[in-house]
C-alpha cells in the first residue's frame, strides 16, 4: 500500500508560480514510479508529467513541457511539481499518483495509487 497526500495549490495569477508537494508513505518509495495528473472542470483528466524510479528520466505532456518541472527526493518520500508560467487553462486538481513498477508510464489506468488531489486555480 502507498498512501499520497498533496499539498501546495491554491489561486494564483496568469504568470505566477506554484510548487506542488506529494508526500509518500508505506510502500518503499523509491522503487516506484510517479506521476501527476489534472482534470479541469468538465473535462477527463489529463496526463500532466512523470517521473521514473530514480529520477533518471522525466516526461511532459505537451501543454506543460518548458514550463513545468517534475522532481522527486526519494530521502523525502516526495515527489514535486514546479509549475511556471501559469494559464488560465491551467487550471484543474491536480493529482499525484504512484505506480508499482520503477518506469513511468502517460496513462492513469497503469498507476495504481492516487491522492486526494489538489485544487490549483489561475486567474487570468
Known amino acids: 500500500q502507498v498512501q499520497l497526500v498533496e499539498s501546495g495549490g491554491g489561486l494564483v495569477q496568469a504568470g505566477d508560480s506554484l510548487r506542488l508537494t506529494c508526500t509518500a508513505s508505506?510502500?518503499?518509495?523509491?522503487?516506484?514510479?510517479m506521476g501527476w495528473f489534472r482534470q479541469g472542470p468538465g473535462k477527463e483528466r489529463e496526463f500532466v508529467a512523470s517521473?521514473?524510479?530514480?529520477?533518471?528520466?522525466?516526461f511532459y505532456s505537451d501543454s506543460v513541457k518548458g514550463r513545468f518541472t517534475i522532481s522527486r527526493d526519494n530521502a523525502k518520500n516526495t515527489v514535486y511539481l514546479q509549475m511556471n508560467s501559469l494559464k488560465p487553462e491551467d487550471t484543474a486538481v491536480y493529482y499525484c499518483?504512484?505506480?508499482?513498477?520503477?518506469?513511468?508510464?502517460?496513462?492513469?489506468?497503469?498507476?495504481?495509487?492516487w491522492g486526494q488531489g489538489t485544487q490549483v486555480t489561475v486567474s487570468s
Open positions: 508505506g510502500r518503499s518509495f523509491s522503487s516506484v514510479a
Open positions: 517521473i521514473i524510479w530514480n529520477g533518471g528520466d522525466t
Open positions: 499518483a504512484a505506480r508499482t513498477l520503477r518506469w513511468s508510464s502517460r496513462s492513469s489506468y497503469d498507476y495504481n495509487y
